[in-house]
Nanobody, 118 residues
Framework: QVHLVESGGGLVQAGGSLRLSCAAS????????MGWYRQAPGKQRELVAR???????NYADSVKGRFTISRDNAKNTVYLQMNSLKPEDTAVYSC????????????WGQGTQVTVSS
């Protein structure tokens, strides 16, 4: 069983910063990538940022230049540094881990609320 523990969400004013963390544990093997998704009320879930085992990153256009994803492989932990936050960044942010090599398994965290006030 895979367990993802997220932390770092909260309320911040526009222009502020937050750092999200997600620690993965349990019966995982061959982690292919880790990432963050978000879902705002009334909207579909979208990819925010993703980092592969080879440290290739990709970002949603809306966060490029403001958010930075990184990972600590030894700790199976992924981070999302969010700067210059905007009210439209308000959403539930969920951690995702792609693992299992060719089995392409995915596990999700429970989500953490990020609220940016104007």
């Amino acid at each position: 069983q895979v367990h993802l523990v997220e932390s770092g969400g909260g309320l911040v004013q526009a222009g502020g910063s937050l750092r999200l963390s997600c620690a993965a544990s349990g019966s995982m093997f061959s982690i292919n990538a880790m990432g963050w998704y978000r879902q705002a009320p009334g909207k579909q879930r979208e990819l925010v940022a993703r980092i592969t085992s080879g440290d290739t990153t990709n970002y949603a256009d809306s966060v490029k230049g403001r958010f930075t994803i990184s990972r600590d492989n030894a700790k199976n932990t992924v981070y999302l540094q969010m700067n210059s936050l905007k009210p439209e960044d308000t959403a539930v942010y969920s951690c995702n881990v792609e693992w299992g090599g060719s089995f392409n398994l995915r596990s999700w965290g429970q989500g953490t609320q990020v609220t940016v006030s104007s």
